[in-house]
């Protein structure tokens, strides 16, 4: 089956590095915008009687998978798992799913209706092949078993010290975010031992830190 | 981005009429057949430590949607909404999304490893493009407004009335099923007021029944 482009969304992740291992885990901030035939109003009718979307997305920078397994980063990178056991990024076909919340609907001059979404979790340009409302009746399963994904949390992972002054280097709407993406750990399991920096490239600023095991200390914020 | 089909779903709905309008509202099991290539265990090595699965389908006898509306039958058949405000089939990509129950793993001789689920909505035969595992703590939304699904319900639509001697050429298994496929139904919102024969294909059966508003009266069971 050949899919067609009908949107992309334009994130603060201009890197992988960063960006979160699901949706909703970080309030970040993402523009939904039509390609230009499905700009007309029709499309959306009704939309904003939801508080949340899918979103069905490409991987758009991965080569699919080849071989049955992935090593998750959360299990340290060691573990091997079946890949359909997983939401990993490398997969047969490269479809991302995400549950993003829908917080208004812009009319713009330039793109027509843009939808203001948060707790996305992808790549700044990623490609959008379909949106579905959240039907809660139909979808929601709370108490559904989550493998390995149930030790975790929406919380933070790690506690991120992240000085005032370097704070204030970040435009003020950006900051509360970018404090929750350090928080949830962006290093790999296996990077987690290792006193070493790291950069985090996030609309574009470069967020410098030191990680050590279950802390992260920024050193530095730079204009790239 | 073209999708390689990696298996199909066996089910009892062999026409589209009757099929529920979303996964988990009737106990339907389905049966996962993997393509060849992926028939090696190690693809869903780990998939039994979730309750369910997330499954990327297509709506392989739609044509794509023209236009920016559809007409929900929930709603009548007569009120237009934008066709990303809704579940319908027909859209832009035809790309289908269920979340099932996933009950057991079984070894097969003619298919290696096929998954059992439950809670189908889908055409037999229909080819699925991604299976993920379901994580409650990012996808499960159970507060979020649903729009006009809002006022449906898992519970049945309609009372069913289907006489025991008719349910008795029905084989045991697909007896409750059946019961609640009808319950949910299967009319279009514009022909509740008529009052006329309709027929469910399902399982190898037709079952015929008189509708009527808020009942169905099953009249006839054939095997086909």
Not at 173 to 189: F, N, T
Request: aromatic residues 10%; without cysteine; proline residues 7%.
């Amino acid at each position: 089956m050949n899919l067609n482009q009908i949107a992309h969304i334009n994130t603060g992740f201009t890197q992988k590095f960063g960006i979160p291992r699901q949706s909703g885990l970080v309030g970040e901030i993402g523009h939904i915008i039509f390609e230009p035939e499905f700009r007309n109003p029709t499309f959306i009718d009704g939309i904003t009687d939801y508080d949340y979307l899918w979103l069905i997305w490409g991987f758009s920078k991965n080569k699919p998978l080849e071989g049955g397994t992935v090593r998750p980063p959360r299990l340290g990178g060691q573990k091997h798992m079946g890949v359909f056991a997983t939401r990993a990024p490398f997969r047969p076909n490269n479809i991302g799913l995400s549950s993003v919340e829908l917080l208004e609907v812009q009319d713009t001059e330039e793109y027509g209706q843009v939808l203001v979404v948060k707790g996305v979790d992808m790549l700044d340009g990623t490609p959008i092949y379909d949106i579905k409302p959240y039907i809660p009746y139909a979808d929601a399963h709370p108490d559904a078993r989550g493998g390995f994904t149930d030790e975790l949390s929406k919380g933070a992972q790690v506690r991120v010290d992240f000085p005032e002054e370097l704070l204030q280097k970040l435009p003020e709407k950006i900051r509360e975010s970018a404090v929750e993406v350090l928080g949830q750990d962006p290093r790999a399991g296996y990077d987690r031992g290792k006193q070493r920096d790291f950069r985090l490239a996030y609309h574009g600023y470069d967020i410098v830190f030191l990680g050590k095991d279950g802390e992260i200390t920024v050193t530095d914020v730079l204009k790239i």
